[in-house]
């Protein structure tokens, strides 16, 4: 395919028209507060890269600031990077230069019941998931969402929205009949599906084809649902577990007529190393009054039996049985033994927190349509469950706390798969461009590091690469990816790990609908775009730099020579579990995550 020619945005421009006024607050580079302002999920990963450094920030109050913005970028052959929650993993919602980004955090909250049955529903995109939830619950209203309370819906909607409800109702994209979007021209459009531009912005690259609004969304209502379940669980980590509870996720996958009713997650995370020798540059960011949350090192499972066929249906307790007989005693917060409505389990799956770590990361996600007898032949559950392992020091010092040598890592595990799950149905049968909706496992592995621990966790990340991409590969032989758990700073380099053939041609359709509707380039602020052509040499493949040692920070070396040093006893895994929940909480203390963990 010949390169699409959309011009690649370069910092070494002349702004030749006067910069406007806005009615929204304009932050520029080198104002005062320009640095909490342009702070975002990704920022301290990308820090030395300089890609979240946009000359302006532009936080519009409405319409006719998006419109002057997108003339204000054409006339001067700059581009605009489009932020509404933050949380894109490569930077890609900011951009450098002198480029700039608008801020629609609290642009678009308008929230319209379109039906007497409230059934369908108009909002803007500027919701957060866990506020947006709430919304829906006061209706007894729900739809298929993500888990991240902080993550907005512009985003979310342009990459899939993939949670929890994926095999019992599909994607969250899945369920958005029209969308307004303004584009590079600066017309406003409302755009429905089977048209190139819904084709392209559900599934292409968030804000490469205009700057979305607002969406119209088919939503479900508890009523119908009468008898659904579920179960949130915490239990201690331990290898053993970890992998019995993946082997309950490949009988999933062996049965391919596995009821569509039945979704499963489960979710590894490292405790938080609140005792540090270094203030990190997500630590300097807190918002202020910040509530502080802990946890163990643990393991959270989701289980849901959505009851389908709603009272024709009777509940069948054996699956999550199974699970619970795998994972021995834990801490269950959500039960199956009685009905919860399904409203109410889309909050129990939502995690209250920001950030997992405050700490900059090495991200990965990694989509397998890998077959039971494939991922048992080559011991995927073994193989993984050690990687978890050895990825961190899960025993915790009784004097300094978490034990940070090795990384801090948040995993989790889905099974999507099936002929019978709406993710693969609703793939087959809609207008959106999102790929590999084949997939059996999604598995994304997280590192968050200190300065010193980064060469250890580039080296743990890479053989975690080396579960994908090759014949031999355990979890898959191609290396598949998904736009939002990208790792990548450059899309067109890495296009053919995340655009599958279905339908044939789909990457060189997208570049085509990009130069109809932005060929200028407006909506092209980064690397990390449709269309551009490809830098020589291109070498996307692990996002990784070395970093340089930050000012008054260790080694690993020295850090575990300190360890040694103070002979503290050290407790496991599970006895730090059960020391954490037996702890009362008190008022101003650190609060255990379970504690605020509520719908």
């Not at 899939?160 to 600066?186: C, E, M, P």
Request: with cysteine; aromatic share 12%; charged share 25%.
């Amino acid at each position: 395919m010949a390169d699409i020619p959309i011009p690649e945005i370069v910092s070494e421009i002349n702004v030749k028209h006067q910069f406007p006024e806005f009615k929204g607050k304009v932050i520029k580079r080198g104002d005062v507060d320009y640095d909490a302002q342009s702070y975002q999920y990704a920022s301290s990963s990308h820090l030395e890269e300089g890609i979240i450094q946009p000359a302006a920030i532009i936080k519009a109050a409405d319409d006719s600031d998006v419109i002057k913005a997108i003339k204000y970028a054409r006339e001067n052959k700059i581009a605009v990077a489009v932020r509404t929650g933050g949380h894109q993993y490569s930077g890609a919602s900011s951009t450098s230069g002198k480029n700039i980004q608008l801020d629609l955090s609290q642009t678009y909250k308008d929230f319209d019941w379109d039906d007497e049955n409230c059934t369908s529903v108009t909002l803007g995109i500027s919701f957060p998931l866990g506020e947006f939830n709430a919304k829906l619950r006061e209706k007894n209203r729900f739809v298929p969402h993500g888990q991240c309370q902080y993550v907005n819906l512009g985003g979310h909607i342009q990459t899939g929205g993939y949670g929890q409800l994926a095999r019992s109702f599909g994607l969250f994209s899945d369920h958005v009949k029209k969308f307004r979007i303004i584009t590079a021209d600066g017309q406003v459009r409302w755009v429905s599906q089977g048209e190139d531009l819904f084709f392209a912005v559900l599934g292409g690259s968030p804000g490469n084809f205009g700057v979305l609004t607002h969406a119209t969304l088919h939503v479900f209502r508890d009523q119908d649902y009468p008898n659904s379940r579920g179960l949130r669980a915490a239990y201690p980590y331990n290898r053993q577990r970890l992998k019995d509870l993946l082997d309950v996720m490949i009988e999933m996958v062996e049965d391919e007529n596995f009821p569509a009713d039945y979704d499963y997650c489960i979710t590894v995370l490292s405790e938080p190393p609140f005792k540090t020798f270094e203030i990190t540059y997500d630590m300097a960011h807190r918002k202020e009054g910040q509530q502080m949350v802990a946890w163990p090192p643990m393991i959270v499972v989701f289980a849901q039996w959505a009851n389908l066929q709603g009272d024709k249906q009777t509940y069948n307790p054996d699956f999550f049985n199974k699970i619970k007989k795998v994972a021995g005693k834990g801490l269950v917060q959500v039960s199956d033994k009685e009905h919860t409505p399904m409203s109410t389990l889309t909050g129990h799956w939502i995690v209250p927190i920001s950030r997992e770590f405050e700490l900059p990361y090495i991200k990965r996600t990694y989509s397998s349509n890998s077959n039971s007898q494939r991922l048992k032949e080559h011991r995927w559950t073994d193989w993984i469950s050690d990687r978890i392992e050895d990825g961190s020091n899960w025993n915790y010092d009784q004097t300094s706390g978490p034990i940070d040598v090795g990384c801090n890592i948040a995993a989790q595990f889905q099974h999507f798969g099936g002929t019978n799950s709406r993710f693969n149905q609703n793939g087959k049968r809609n207008s959106t461009s999102f790929s590999w909706r084949d997939a059996n496992i999604l598995c994304t592995v997280d590192a968050f590091y200190h300065s010193y621990q980064y060469e250890q966790t580039i080296e743990w990340q890479k053989g975690n690469d080396e579960g994908v991409g090759k014949p031999e590969s355990t979890f898959c032989e191609h290396d598949r990816r998904v736009l939002w758990g990208s790792y990548d700073l450059d899309l067109s380099a890495s296009q053919q790990y995340y655009y599958d053939q279905n339908p044939k041609g789909k990457y060189e359709r997208l570049c085509k609908i990009k130069q109809k509707y932005d060929p200028s380039g407006v909506f092209t602020p980064n690397r990390f775009c449709i269309g551009l052509p490809v830098p020589v040499p291109a070498d996307s493949k692990d996002g990784m730099k070395k970093r340089t040692k930050l000012s008054g920070s260790e080694t690993a070396k020295e850090r575990a020579a300190a360890i040694e040093l103070t002979k503290v006893p050290q407790l496991s895994a599970e006895d730090r579990f059960w020391e954490m929940a037996s702890t009362e909480r008190e008022l101003g203390k650190t609060v255990p995550l379970w504690n605020i963990w509520r719908a």
